[in-house]
């Protein structure tokens, strides 16, 4: 999937860079950080393998100014955050997939939840940063229309592409003249490459693809063509339907189907290519790393005029940009119904909004009649997408342009900037996930505190106290109750005592945790040894 190549690439990118400084690895255990600590020494970089629970704000505090996280939830970390100190450290997401609910809930989320100026949700082209606008106006203008809201502050939205590696594109002659030879590819023949998965709902449709290379073929004298379908079929029903689309509108192409997640095609297939042709009509796709990849190997691109490929492709520079149309609204409420209610798969959502995506097939057949006629074309378009994939897309690029995102949000949280919602003392830092002692309080007869009075009420034996403690069912959740000395030394300033105030007696245990103390003489009281109230 394309996230977890850009995550992977991003990774790989950030343990490469020279002035890395220090970095942690945030997870929910110690399992989960493991990978990381692989790749950092494998980056000859073991120094950077830490780790700090994920859901521990005020360790991450320690520990860094910036909390990358990658999806959009920054909602979920700044009310985790909120919990510690709202200054504590910057939060910085990022969007990939935009078109799934919960990733529409993540974004929506934003308005409400305790997001400040110095945190940051990158969005990876200019499409999918006016996607993110859209959803906010839509959802800032319900909280307008619902509390009367005059100050709905918005996070911040940089657009920051994703990369490649340049160097690891780049087509090797030997390669090229192997996986040709196999295929049965003449030196003179015209080989397009599409490289994907194959999905005609979830992905991009291929048949207009097909009927724009039938379409370019049909004149007499041009080199033979050959597509390369480097991929993998998301339904094994989908290659017959692929095969026979392409016997029917594209007979004098010749089509080669090939296991992209090989790692031997995916070294080569670049390098056997001739142009890359992806023409994709799904909202599911937000940037598009393939296009770019393809431009790293120096191969001129056919790409729709669709979300990131308007950012990293210039239309008549490196490639072609087709264009598309979509139906104004509201002409797919059926559609977000569907998905909405569970009656229509998430696949079936993004594909029927793909299958009302026009593209100019006229346009797309003649830039691939244009490429496939003109080789000093194709080596025009590709020299220049090479030159700015190095110069635009590469990792090293890509992360100068985080590295001082990361700079500016630090600049602002260490400024005067005001809170958005600061914290009251009187007040739930997360209203929808209170301390159950609160939002339960109706519950008993009384509340227990610093100043409830509890008496002794156990034997005198503190070795009955002992054994008392060590009864099964005792203790159903250890880790959040007092130690058994800390339970002795409050048992035995009680029964010294008779009565105390809860504080005091949780005091006397020594160990400067009165406040966590306090509760635990519930539990006593609990197993029969004191009497609270």
């Not at 074309?377 to 690029?397: I, N």
Request: aromatic share 6%; hydrophobic share 50%.
């Amino acid at each position: 999937m394309g996230r977890h190549a850009a995550g992977a690439g991003f990774l790989d990118g950030l343990l490469a860079a020279p002035d890395l400084g220090r970095i942690v690895c945030c997870a929910d255990n110690a399992d989960l950080a493991a990978p990381f600590a692989t790749a950092a020494a494998a980056a000859g970089r073991p120094d950077l393998a830490r780790w700090t629970p994920v859901f521990r704000p005020d360790l991450i505090a320690a520990q860094t100014p910036t909390l990358v996280i990658p999806d959009p939830n920054l909602a979920m970390h700044a009310w985790r955050r909120r919990r510690f100190r709202q200054r504590g450290y910057s939060i910085v997401g990022v969007t990939h997939t935009t078109a799934m609910q919960p990733v529409m809930d993540m974004i929506a989320g934003l308005l409400d939840a305790p997001v400040q100026g110095w945190d940051a949700l990158v969005c990876t082209s200019a499409a999918v940063r006016a996607m993110v606008e859209r959803l906010l106006d839509e959802r800032a203008a319900y909280l307008e229309d619902r509390f009367g809201a005059t100050r709905i502050p918005r996070p911040r939205l940089p657009v920051i592409p994703l990369g490649v590696r340049a160097r690891d594109h780049v087509r090797d002659g030997a390669l090229r003249s192997d996986l040709r030879g196999r295929l049965g590819i003449a030196p003179d023949d015209v080989a397009f490459l599409y490289v994907g998965r194959l999905d005609a709902l979830g992905k991009t449709n291929p048949l207009p693809m097909l009927l724009a290379l039938g379409a370019a073929t049909r004149a007499p004298g041009l080199p033979r063509a050959h597509l390369i379908l480097a991929g993998w079929f998301a339904r094994p029903a989908e290659e017959a339907q692929v095969r026979a689309a392409a016997a029917s509108v594209c007979p004098h192409v010749v089509l080669h189907l090939l296991d992209g997640r090989n790692a031997a095609v995916k070294a080569g297939i670049r390098s056997a290519a001739d142009v890359f042709v992806l023409l994709v009509d799904n909202v599911q796709e937000t940037f598009g790393l393939a296009p770019v990849e393809a431009m790293a190997a120096g191969l001129p691109v056919v790409v729709t005029d669709w979300n990131g490929f308007k950012d990293t492709v210039r239309d008549g520079v490196d490639g072609f940009r087709i264009p598309t149309a979509l139906p104004q609204p509201p002409l797919g409420l059926d559609l977000a119904l569907g998905y909405e209610t569970g009656q229509t798969s998430y696949d079936a959502y993004v594909g029927g909004a793909s299958q009302f995506t026009a593209i100019d097939g006229p346009a797309a057949a003649d830039a691939c009649r244009r490429l496939l006629a003109d080789p000093a074309l194709r080596a025009r378009m590709g020299a220049a997408g090479a030159e700015r994939a190095a110069a635009l897309f590469d990792w090293a690029v890509v992360l100068r342009r985080w590295r001082a995102l990361w700079d500016e949000l630090d600049a602002v949280r260490l400024s005067d900037e005001a809170e958005q919602a600061p914290r009251r003392a009187d007040a739930e830092p997360v209203p929808a996930r209170p301390d159950p002692f609160n939002v339960f309080a109706a519950w008993p007869t009384t509340a227990l505190h610093a100043g409830t009075p509890v008496s002794f009420v156990g034997p005198d034996d503190p070795s009955a106290w002992r054994a008392r403690l060590a009864l099964p069912l005792a203790a159903v959740l250890p880790d959040s109750l007092p130690s058994t000395e800390e339970a002795l030394a409050m048992l035995a300033a009680l029964s010294r005592a008779g009565t105390l105030a809860a504080g005091d007696a949780a005091a006397a245990a020594g160990t400067g945790r009165t406040a966590r103390l306090i509760r635990g003489l519930a539990w006593l009281a609990k197993l029969g040894l004191v009497r609270v109230g």
